[in-house]
């Protein structure tokens, strides 16, 4: 199940890794809206991990098989023992789960488009977090005050 996450989570470690340094600095309000607009993601991820785990188990996998099998095709030198039916099974199941992704993108701008950001102010504002830790501690701040007042 970890894999499937990670797998969904590669959008938004991708969306972080992409953008290139920069000097510009993040005002409290941009930070508010970032820590809305990354909640909001979360919140999103969350679901299409379902949606993948229900796709993976429609197509008769658990999780974790279909973890194994996923990593024995990314690792040539990883060996798993697998029938044909698994091998069609799991490669249904990544079919689908890849349906789910780029649907899901789409989904992912419209949720931070309406906390105010565009893509490039949510990837320049994550990858800026990432490398200033003052930075990532006011963003901690921010998202348990808003928690806080849920």
């Given at each position: ?34 820590a809305d607009a ?97 930075l990532q501690q ?13």
């Amino acid at each position: 199940m970890k894999k499937v996450i990670s797998t969904v989570s590669i959008f938004l470690f991708a969306v972080f890794a992409a953008i290139a340094q920069t000097d510009a600095e993040v005002t409290d309000a941009q930070l508010k809206k970032f820590a809305d607009a990354y909640q909001s993601v979360q919140m999103a991820n969350q679901e299409i991990q379902q949606k993948m785990v229900v796709a993976i188990e429609k197509e008769g996998l658990t999780p974790e098989r279909f973890n194994e099998l996923y990593e024995a095709n990314m690792d040539p030198e990883k060996e798993v023992e697998a029938t044909d039916k698994e091998k069609v099974k799991q490669e249904a199941a990544m079919a689908a789960i890849q349906g789910i992704q780029e649907s899901s993108q789409a989904q992912m701008e419209e949720k931070i488009k309406e906390k105010g950001l565009t893509m490039e102010q949510f990837q320049g504002i994550g990858a800026m977090v990432q490398q200033d830790p003052e930075l990532q501690q006011k963003l901690q701040a921010i998202m348990m005050e808003q928690q806080s007042n849920q």
